[in-house]
C-alpha cells in the first residue's frame, strides 16, 4: 500500500529544457543492428566495470580504448565532452549531471545521444527523470515514420524495458499506450492497457480509462468495445450513459434499451449530462417505439405502460410512443386499440389533443396507404368495403371529437355543471343519451363540490321530460331534486320554485299552491338561514324567494285572508324586503284597509335602518298625506319628524320638501319657512343651493319678494364660492328690478370679492351693464377701482409680480432693461419707492371728483356757454352714443309695484 501510494504521489517529471533534435537521417541496417546489439547488452546483467586510473590517451583513462570489444559500439568523445566525463567520474550517480551532459549532446547524432542515456539508465535504472526523457527522446526520433518501419520496434522495446522498473509510473503506461495506439497495433494496444490495468492501483485507474476508450471507439471492433465498457461499469458507474450512447451507434440496440431501463429504474442513478429520469425514459420511450423488434426480449408494451404510471403529466407523448411501437411492428389493430384507450383515459387537453391527432394522422396514413395500393394493383370488392370502411370509421372519429374533448374536461372535474350541460347539447337529439347523460350527471355531482349550480341538472332533467310531454316524470324529478342536499339554501329554493312554475305553464293552479305551501312549510327541526351546518331542507322556511312567490300566486289566485296571512308571515320571520312591505302596503290599499296598510308600513320601517328604509318611508309619508291631508295635521307631523330623526343628509330632501308642502298646503306658512330653513341645513352640501332656491321662491310667494333679503344674505355667507357668485346675481338683480339700486350695488360690491376677473368675466360684464344703465361716471369709476383691486389680490404669483415692477420701472425711466441685480444702478428700496409713487397716482387719479352742475344759469353769451359746453373733459368716460342728446330734464317716470312685492297667504 505504501508503494502504491507513493505511485499515486509521483510528480510528473521535470522536463529538462532541451534543445529539439535535429532530424537525422535514416539509420543504416548496420547502425540499426548495433542500437540492437547495445539494448541486449544492457538488458544483460553486467557487473559494474573497474575504475582505473586516467592515462593518457585520447580514452582519458577509462579504458575504452584499450582492447576494445568488437561487439559493443566504441566511445568516442569530443573535446566538449571531457568536462561532462570528469564530472561523472567524481559523481556517477548524480541524475542532474546526466541530464545537463544529455542537454549538451542534443545538437549531436541521436545515436550518440541514445548511447548516452543507455549509460546513464546503466548506472540509475530507477531514475524516473531520466527514463522518461529517454522515451521522449525515442519517440520523437521515430516520429514521421512508417508505422512497420524497424525503429518502432526499438522504441517499444526500450518502453518495454522501462516498464520493468517504472510499471507503477501511469505517466509511462499512458505515453506507451498512446505510442501503440498510433502505431496501429491494435491487438498490443489492448493488451498493454490491460497489463497496465493490472499493474497500476485501482486509485490510478480513472486516468487510463479515457485513453482506453477513445482507443475502443476509434476502432470498429464493437464486440471489444462492449467488454472493455463493462469492465468499465465496474468501477464507474456513471459513465452508462456513454456506454448507452456508444451502443446506439454501434447498433446493439436491445443492450442500449436494457441499459436504459435499469438506468430508469435505478432512483441513485445521477446523470452527467444533466438529464432527468423524465428525459431518460422519453430515451427509452423513443428507442422502443423506433425499433421495436430489434430491443431483444425487452417488452416495450409493459415498459411503456409503466412510465404512463410514473409520468401523469406526460401521457400524451408516452400514448403516442406505445401506439407508435405496435404501428412499426405491423400490429396496425392494436394501434388502434391504443389509441382508443388513449382518448378514453387522458386527462388533460394538451395529452388529449396530441393523441387524437395522432389518432387522426394515423387514420388518414393507413387510408392512404391503401388508396395507393388499389390504385397500383386494383381493386376488388373486399378491398372497396374495407376502404369504405375505414373512411366511415375517420369519419366518425372526426365526428367524435366534442363528446371526446367533453369526456375530458368532464374526467378532469366530474363536478362540472357547465360541461354537463354542453354534453347534453352535444346529443342533441338523441333521447336515449340525454336521458343517460342527465341520471349520470345527477349522480355523479356531489353539491358540496360542485362548479356552478348544481340544481340547474335537476331542472333541466324535469324541463327535457316535460317538453317530451311526460309531466309525471317531470314530477318525480322535482320530487328527487327537493330531498338533494345542496349547498346553499337558493338552490333549494329554486328547485321549488320550477316546481311551481311548471304546474302553472300546465294550468294547475292548485297543484302550483299546494307545492308552495309545502316549501314554506315550517320543519321539524328550524335552523338558521346562514348555518351552513345544518341541511338546506330545515333552512328553506326562511327564503324569500319561495315566499314572495307564494304571495304572488296568493294574491292571484287565494283569498284576502291567505294573503294577509303570507304578508303577516314574511313579516313575523322577519325575511322582508322594502319592496315586500311596500307591495303589503299596497295590497291593504286596494282592498280598502288603509290603517292596517299604514300598520304594515309601520312593521316594515321597524325592520329596517337607513338607507334601506328609504323607500318604505317615502311610500308611507306619501300614501298618508294623500290620505289624511290636514285631517290628521299632529300626526303627520309626528311621522315627519320621526322619519327625519337620523335620516342621513343624501336622503332629507325629498321628505322635507313633502314635509313643507304640508305645511304649506294645511299647516301654517311659519311652519313651511320652518322646515325649509332646516332642510338647507340637512341636506348634502351639492344640494343645499338648490334648496335655498326654493326656499326663497317659496318665501318669495308666501311673504313677498322683501322678506327673501335675509334668505339670500344667510345663503351667500354659507354657501360656497360658486354658488354665493349665483344668488349675489339674482339678489342683485331682484334688487334693481324694485328699484334699489344703492342695495344691488353694494352686493355687486361684495360679490367683486369672489370674483376673479380672469376666471369670472361673466360678472364683471354685468355690473358694467348695470352702471351703464343705473350709474354715472364716478360709481364706474369705483367699479373700475374695485376690479383693479380684486385683481392685484389674486394676481399673487411671482412672475406677475416681476411683471408689474418691470412695468412701473419701463414706465418712470422709459426702459426695460437691466432689472438683474448688480447690472443696473436701481436697488430694490428704489423700485419699491417708485411703485409706492405709482400707486399713489393711481389713487389720487381714481378719486372721483365732484360733478360740474351749474345750479345757476350763467350770465355769459349763449356763444360762451355754447364753446364752454364744447369743451372735452379728460376724465370723462365714453358712455355710449356721443351722437345722443342729453336732455335738459331728467324725465321721472312712474311705475306700479308689482303685487309679488308683498306676496299673500293662501286661503284656507
Not at 796 to 809: D, I, R
Request: one cysteine or more; aromatic letters at 10%.
Amino acid at each position: 500500500m505504501a508503494a502504491e501510494a507513493a505511485a499515486m504521489a509521483e510528480p510528473e517529471p521535470e522536463e529538462v529544457e532541451m534543445a529539439e533534435p535535429e532530424k537525422e537521417p535514416e539509420p543504416e541496417p548496420e547502425q540499426e543492428k548495433e542500437e540492437m546489439m547495445m539494448a541486449a547488452a544492457m538488458a544483460e546483467p553486467q557487473e559494474p566495470p573497474q575504475q582505473e586510473e586516467p592515462g593518457p590517451g585520447p580514452g582519458l583513462g577509462l579504458g575504452l580504448d584499450s582492447d576494445p570489444d568488437p561487439e559493443r559500439p566504441e566511445l568516442r568523445f569530443e573535446e566538449e565532452d571531457i568536462p561532462h566525463e570528469e564530472e561523472l567520474l567524481r559523481q556517477p550517480f548524480s541524475v542532474r549531471c546526466w541530464l545537463r551532459y544529455a542537454q549538451a549532446r542534443r545538437g549531436g547524432p541521436g545515436r550518440r545521444l541514445n548511447l548516452l542515456f543507455e549509460r546513464a539508465l546503466r548506472e540509475l535504472p530507477g531514475s524516473y527523470k531520466l527514463w522518461y526523457q529517454y522515451l521522449r527522446l525515442r519517440r520523437q526520433q521515430v516520429k514521421g515514420r512508417c508505422p512497420g518501419d524497424a525503429a518502432y520496434e526499438g522504441a517499444n522495446a526500450c518502453h518495454e524495458r522501462a516498464l520493468v522498473f517504472m510499471h507503477k509510473m501511469p505517466r509511462i503506461w499512458l505515453d506507451y499506450c498512446q505510442f501503440l495506439a498510433d502505431q496501429g497495433r491494435i491487438t498490443r494496444t489492448r493488451r498493454t492497457f490491460d497489463r497496465a490495468l493490472r499493474a497500476l492501483p485501482v486509485t490510478q485507474h480513472h486516468r487510463l480509462w479515457p485513453l482506453y476508450l477513445q482507443f475502443v471507439r476509434r476502432h470498429p471492433l464493437p464486440e471489444t468495445a462492449v467488454r472493455v465498457y463493462r469492465r468499465y461499469l465496474k468501477l464507474c458507474p456513471e459513465g452508462a450513459e456513454e456506454f448507452v450512447g456508444y451502443l446506439r451507434s454501434a447498433g446493439r440496440l436491445g443492450e442500449a434499451a436494457a441499459r436504459l431501463a435499469r438506468l430508469v429504474n435505478d432512483s441513485t442513478f445521477v446523470s452527467r449530462e444533466g438529464k432527468s429520469n423524465y428525459q431518460l425514459w422519453q430515451e427509452l420511450c423513443e428507442l422502443l417505439s423506433q425499433h421495436p423488434g430489434r430491443v431483444g426480449p425487452l417488452d416495450a408494451g409493459a415498459i411503456i405502460r409503466g412510465g404512463l404510471t410514473r409520468f401523469t403529466d406526460q401521457r400524451g407523448r408516452l400514448w403516442g410512443a406505445l401506439a407508435d411501437c405496435y404501428i412499426r411492428s405491423g400490429h396496425l389493430e392494436k394501434a388502434r386499440d391504443v389509441y382508443e384507450e388513449a382518448v378514453q383515459t387522458v386527462m388533460t387537453v394538451r395529452d388529449f389533443t396530441q393523441v387524437f391527432d395522432s389518432y387522426a394522422r394515423f387514420e388518414e396514413s393507413v387510408i392512404a396507404a391503401k388508396m395507393e395500393t388499389a390504385a397500383e394493383l386494383g381493386r376488388d370488392e373486399d378491398e372497396e368495403v374495407d376502404l369504405e370502411l375505414r373512411l366511415a370509421r375517420f369519419e366518425q372519429l372526426v365526428a367524435r371529437r366534442p363528446l371526446l374533448l367533453n369526456s375530458v374536461l368532464l374526467r378532469q372535474n366530474p363536478h362540472n355543471v357547465h360541461e354537463w350541460h354542453k354534453r347534453v347539447q352535444l346529443y342533441q337529439g338523441q333521447p336515449q343519451q340525454i336521458i343517460r347523460t342527465y341520471t349520470e350527471a345527477v349522480r355523479t355531482v356531489e353539491p358540496a363540490k360542485a362548479t356552478g349550480r348544481p340544481h340547474g341538472l335537476w331542472v333541466a332533467f324535469a324541463r327535457f321530460y316535460e317538453d317530451n310531454g311526460q309531466l309525471d316524470d317531470a314530477r318525480t324529478i322535482l320530487t328527487k331534486a327537493t330531498r338533494v342536499p345542496f349547498r346553499h339554501v337558493e338552490d333549494l329554493a329554486a328547485v321549488w320554485c320550477e316546481f311551481g312554475e311548471m304546474e302553472l305553464r300546465h294550468g294547475h293552479h292548485e297543484e302550483a299552491l299546494r307545492v308552495l305551501r309545502k316549501a314554506t312549510a315550517l320543519p321539524a327541526r328550524r335552523a338558521e338561514y346562514f348555518d351552513a351546518s345544518e341541511p338546506v331542507q330545515n333552512r328553506l322556511y326562511k327564503s324569500l324567494k319561495v315566499w314572495a312567490m307564494l304571495a304572488d300566486l296568493e294574491e292571484s289566485l287565494g283569498t284576502f285572508q291567505s294573503t294577509k296571512a303570507v304578508y303577516e308571515r314574511i313579516l313575523d320571520l322577519r325575511i322582508a324586503t322594502p319592496q315586500i312591505v311596500i307591495n303589503y302596503g299596497l295590497f291593504l290599499e286596494e282592498h280598502g284597509y288603509f290603517e292596517e296598510s299604514f300598520k304594515a308600513y309601520e312593521r316594515g320601517i321597524a325592520l329596517f335602518r337607513w338607507p334601506n328604509v328609504a323607500p318604505v318611508w317615502h311610500s308611507y309619508l306619501g300614501k298618508f298625506v294623500t290620505r289624511y291631508g290636514g285631517r290628521k295635521l299632529e300626526r303627520a307631523r309626528d311621522l315627519f319628524e320621526q322619519a327625519l330623526d337620523g335620516c342621513p343628509p343624501r336622503y332629507a330632501k325629498d321628505i322635507f320638501l313633502l314635509y313643507a308642502g304640508l305645511e304649506e298646503r294645511w299647516g301654517l306658512a311659519r311652519h313651511a319657512m320652518a322646515v325649509y330653513e332646516r332642510a338647507t341645513r340637512a341636506v348634502l352640501p351639492a344640494q343645499r343651493p338648490a334648496m335655498f332656491r326654493i326656499y326663497i321662491k317659496r318665501a318669495a310667494e308666501l311673504y313677498g319678494v322683501t322678506h327673501t333679503r335675509p334668505i339670500y344674505q344667510k345663503a351667500i355667507e354659507e354657501l360656497g364660492d360658486e354658488a354665493a357668485r349665483e344668488l349675489c346675481l339674482r339678489f342683485a338683480d331682484m334688487e334693481t328690478r324694485l328699484g334699489e339700486v344703492d342695495r344691488a350695488r353694494a352686493i355687486y360690491t361684495y360679490c367683486s370679492q369672489i370674483c376673479d376677473p380672469r376666471i369670472t368675466p361673466t360678472f364683471w360684464q354685468t355690473w358694467k351693464d348695470f352702471e351703464i344703465r343705473h350709474g354715472n361716471e364716478d360709481t364706474i369709476r369705483e367699479m373700475l377701482r374695485v376690479r383693479r383691486s380684486v385683481q392685484a389680490t389674486y394676481n399673487t404669483q411671482v412672475n406677475f409680480m416681476a411683471s408689474q415692477m418691470l412695468k412701473v420701472y419701463s414706465n418712470a425711466t422709459g426702459t426695460v432693461s437691466d432689472l438683474a441685480p448688480g447690472q443696473s444702478g436701481l436697488d430694490d428700496m428704489k423700485l419699491l419707492e417708485q411703485r409706492a409713487e405709482q400707486l399713489a397716482a393711481d389713487a389720487q387719479r381714481d378719486t372721483p371728483r365732484p360733478p360740474k352742475v351749474l345750479f345757476v344759469r350763467a350770465e355769459g353769451s349763449r356763444e360762451a356757454l355754447a364753446a364752454l359746453s364744447q369743451q372735452g373733459n379728460p376724465d370723462e368716460i365714453d358712455l355710449g352714443d356721443e351722437d345722443e342728446a342729453e336732455p335738459d330734464e331728467v324725465q321721472l317716470e312712474q311705475k306700479r309695484v308689482p303685487s309679488s312685492l308683498f306676496g299673500g297667504l293662501k286661503d284656507d
